[in-house]
């Protein structure tokens, strides 16, 4: 906390000269003269915008300054809530005031009295800067509490009572009556199952594939609509219909979903609440007196596709009126899971329309229509054609040759049982009625080409089909600009896996599998991190991990998870997700909140692999993934992983104030360490291991190198890259640490050679070859392991923050408080720039050669302060400047 509390005063142009190097700094703010704010826009609660339906009672809030002023600093903030804001004597109703709070942070957990179900509350929030003068309070936001506890719930789980066989999705109805004028209305809704919700005859939400997946026999989320502005004053219909999902998953794979502990038919409960502006509350909710049917959807798969057939519409069955009496009773069921609780994150959405690039006609039944790029997501036709033609939609990822779509790269651990489910295939049956439109709603695809094929002759144009890129709608926090369009392409490839890769858990891959595979996960959460807003899934989906622990403290390797994967690939080099994840969720957000709801079961994670590696040395775990050539042990990297877990445990106990934790797990990670180099340290080669690129950087990389020693090993580094042909030859841990032990000790040319490389092996080469997302394998030819949509190789985008950006967080001071700022000028790129929009609002850091020199800009946000690392020409010299906030820029000599 040592740069937290020390106060600024910067000029606005000042000359710095240090050995020689700075020639000018030059400071655009101006101090004193710019009033500070609060930044409307980025006030949240639960780091979501306004939500409604939280169950936290101690939520947290958040917000940004804003300043055009020099070194702003936040000292204290105060925080009020109230009611209702428009009162009856135009007061607002306070329910809680803050009183000032001393603290840096621009962030608050609630600790006033309870706060209420279904009530809406309004924040406000001012700040107070390092000479305690105060912002002015911000205007009133608010959010809304959901159920809060499953006893509110009025509905009853409900179902069609057909068997987990049943081909065709359910449909379910009521109408009802209101007579009074309606406030509010909210509808709650948690299916077995996915749901698709409409009022009158309109789908109430954008959202798709709702609620997101958990681990269904122990945990169900239910969502929360606004749904006051689709109900009418008179008769209403409400429609429910409901998809597999994963949990009634018939298709069959490896992985032997449709044998799920949970699988069952669909089911879901509702309660819409009405709120009259009398102030009486009236809740319509699922039960008996509903109405269930099968329609048009005659089959549907969350792995595989999604068939349809137009000639069973049932045209108006939400609207009121619809004749329903061929419509059965449904039948009562018990809960699914013994947990219903808020689904509080950002929601899947149809993110981005996509038009169709080209369509070859091969004849007048098969079309292959070219999306232009991979994607995660769905494809809709539209076309006429008469009653009964089938129409096959197959999205692949490749074509054959002859330009159809080859699937044979993603179809390798299907197993189909008939021809009934095709991989990747939609089915669509036309009613004949003139134009007609089909897009799957219980299903999502990994594709860059769709090919159509019919029973009959139709017309296809580019205009026929559309796709949509679907993905947790995270809100994007970074952009990477630079003077190399390869590089640029690699960022934005990445990019688009970790999106494809992000449906409320993290997955592999949007195609083959849909696992949420923990190694690709925490691997990529740092690239996540700077590119995204990710706190929201991963604060779910490790809730999902304590859902799934075992009580001996294990973890299956993909989770959720129906039962497989306790007992392959989930060694700590896997499922230290666990700790990972929480560990970086704290230095990005600065927030322990994750980091204290995993600790206990870290902490069980923890203890079990002492129990199994006596010694400090751990041989549990998969190795180095799908490698360029070289194997390194398992023992090597699963132990380095075991110590990862044991230093954060350690450094999180001291947080959380459990000193005695703190000093066994210190002691424990410190008995690895020094298990770790007597087993893998050979003095007599100066070498880790067999000194292969994974050994020498992972060592490196998580701190397996005692300090006096990290020169030489960081020259062996080097010096093997150089004999390997100045190329990588790491697999997915290796891809963690190869750039990143290269760049952080002195060797970035060469990082920078291997990250920007456009031959094989290499994210380069991938482009070179038209990709438009990471694949899975380095060969783009290679026989296996070949999905061309995974997120595990992504670092190399967290990479161009941390090296050449320099954005690097602190543990001293997370949430970006002080950015550790260490920017990397390979000789080779000209130009680079990177904006993340932070917690505490947006860094940009960017420099440009000019000549032999560099001029560097960086932007520090209001409460944040820079730590500035001033290059030196010697590799060893380092030299530190602290920047307040506001945008500085600095031209380096001789660079
Ligand atoms: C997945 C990988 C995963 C691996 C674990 C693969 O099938 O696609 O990304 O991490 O299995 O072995």
């Keep these: 906390m040592r740069y937290i509390n020390r106060l600024f005063s910067v000029a606005s142009l000042f000359l710095i000269l240090l050995n020689g190097q700075i ?46 002023r020099a070194s702003v600093r936040s000292t204290g903030f105060e925080l009020e809530l109230c009611k209702d804001t428009t009162a009856s004597n135009g007061e607002p109703e306070t329910v809680y005031r803050s009183g000032k709070q001393v603290s840096p942070l621009l962030f608050f957990r609630y600790n006033g009295s309870d706060l209420q179900p279904y009530t809406k509350y309004f924040w406000r929030v001012r700040s107070f800067d390092q000479q305690g003068r105060a912002t002015d309070f911000s205007p009133w936001v608010n959010f809304e509490m959901g159920l809060m506890n499953s006893s509110n719930w009025k509905g009853s789980w409900i179902s069609d009572g057909k068997s987990i066989q049943e081909k065709a999705l359910p449909y379910f109805r009521k109408e009802f009556r209101l007579g009074k004028k309606v406030k509010s209305a909210r509808a709650y809704i948690a299916a077995g199952g996915l749901f698709e919700l409409s009022i009158n005859g309109n789908r109430i939400s954008n959202t798709w594939l709702e609620p997101n997946y958990t681990r269904y026999d122990r945990r169900l989320l239910y969502c929360t609509y606004d749904i006051t502005s689709d109900l009418l004053n008179g008769n ?13 998953h018939q298709s069959t794979a490896v992985w032997d979903f449709d044998k799920a502990p949970w699988r069952n038919r669909p089911c879901f409960v509702l309660d819409i609440r009405v709120e009259y502006e009398d102030g009486s509350v009236e809740t319509i909710s699922s039960g008996r007196d509903w109405k269930t049917q099968t329609g048009p959807i005659i089959f549907s798969s969350i792995y595989t596709a999604e068939h349809y057939d137009a000639r069973l519409e049932l045209t108006g069955w939400n609207k009121a009126g619809y004749s329903d009496t061929a419509w059965k009773q449904p039948n009562l069921r018990s809960a699914p899971a013994p947990l219903i609780t808020a689904q509080n994150l950002h929601p899947i959405r149809r993110v981005e329309e996509i038009k169709a690039k080209t369509v070859r006609k091969f004849n007048d039944t098969v079309y292959v229509v070219d999306m232009g790029r991979n994607i995660s997501g769905v494809s809709k036709i539209r076309v006429t054609g008469e009653a009964g033609t089938e129409i096959r939609l197959r999205h692949s990822e490749r074509l054959y040759e002859s330009g159809r779509t080859d699937l044979s790269n993603i179809d390798v651990h299907y197993r189909p049982v008939g021809d009934g489910d095709p991989f990747q295939t939609d089915i669509f049956i036309l009613s004949g009625k003139g134009e007609e439109e089909f897009s799957p709603r219980f299903n ?5 080409y769709v090919e159509i094929k019919s029973s009959k002759p139709i017309v296809i144009t580019k205009e026929s089909v559309l796709a949509y890129f679907m993905h947790s709608d995270l809100p994007p926090v970074g952009t990477v600009t630079s003077s190399n369009p390869v590089l640029n392409q690699i960022w934005s490839a990445t990019n688009n896996s970790y999106l494809s890769n992000m449906f409320g858990y993290p997955t592999d891959c949007p195609q083959r599998e849909k696992n949420g595979w923990t190694g690709d996960a925490h691997i990529a959460s740092e690239t996540g991190l700077f590119n995204f807003d990710g706190i929201t899934v991963y604060e779910k989906w490790l809730q999902d991990h304590l859902d799934e622990q075992q009580p001996n403290g294990v973890f299956p390797s993909i989770i959720p998870s129906n039962g497989w994967g306790y007992e392959w690939g989930n060694g700590p080099d896997w499922t230290s997700t666990i700790a990972i994840i929480p560990w970086n969720i704290y230095l990005h957000y600065g927030d322990t909140t994750l980091l204290s709801r995993t600790y206990e079961s870290l902490k069980r994670y923890v203890n079990y692999i002492e129990r199994i590696s006596p010694g400090g040395i751990c041989t549990w775990g998969l190795g180095d993934w799908v490698p360029v050539k070289s194997q390194t042990p398992v023992e090597f990297t699963s132990t380095a992983y075991y110590y990862t877990d044991a230093l954060i445990l350690s450094k999180s106990a001291l947080l959380l104030g459990k000193a005695d934790d703190h000093v066994r797990y210190a002691a424990l990670a410190k008995k690895i360490h020094a298990a770790f180099n007597q087993k893998f340290w050979n003095p007599a080669t100066s070498l880790y291991g067999s000194g292969l690129q994974t050994e020498l950087s992972v060592a490196l990389h998580w701190k397996l190198v005692p300090d006096s020693l990290v020169p030489t090993v960081a020259a062996a580094l080097a010096d093997r890259v150089v004999k390997d042909g100045r190329q990588i030859d790491v697999g997915l841990l290796g891809t963690k640490t190869i750039l990143n032990a290269l760049s952080d000790n002195g060797y970035t040319d060469l990082a920078y050679e291997l990250a920007a490389r456009e031959t094989f092996p290499s994210w380069g080469w991938w482009i070179k070859n038209g990709a438009t ?20 190789f ?32 390979p000789k080779k790129l000209n130009q680079f720039s990177c904006r993340h929009e932070s917690v505490l609002g947006t860094i940009e850091s960017g420099w440009e050669r000019k000549g032999n020199n560099i001029q560097y800009t960086v932007t520090i946000p209001p409460g944040s302060i820079g730590r500035l690392r001033v290059p030196a020409m010697g590799k060893t010299a380092r030299h530190y400047i602290e920047l307040g906030s506001g945008t500085h820029r600095f031209n380096w000599k001789n660079l």
């Excluded at 209403?236 to 009634?248: F, P």
């Excluded at 670092?795 to 543990?811: C, H, N, V």
Aim: proline share 5%; charged share 15%; hydrophobic share 40%.
């Design 794 to 825: 992504g670092e190399i985008g967290a990479w161009m923050y941390k090296a050449l950006g320099g954005i690097k967080t602190s543990e001293a001071a997370p949430g970006f408080q002080v950015i550790n700022l260490e920017p990397c000028f």
């Design 773 to 792: 997302t990471l694949f899975e394998n380095w060969p783009i030819n290679a026989t296996s392991d070949i999905s061309m949509n995974h997120i595990m």
């Design 236 to 248: 209403n219909a409400a429609g429910v219909i409901l998809g597999n999902g994963w949990y009634n």
């Design 23 to 68: 020639f000018a700094q030059n400071s655009t703010v101006q101090d004193g003269l710019d009033r500070i704010s609060i930044d409307v826009s980025s006030m949240l609660v639960e780091n979501l915008s306004n939500p409604i339906g939280l169950d936290n009672p101690a939520p947290r809030f958040r917000w940004k300054l804003l300043s055009e």
């Design 444 to 448: 999502y695809k990994g594709f860059q």
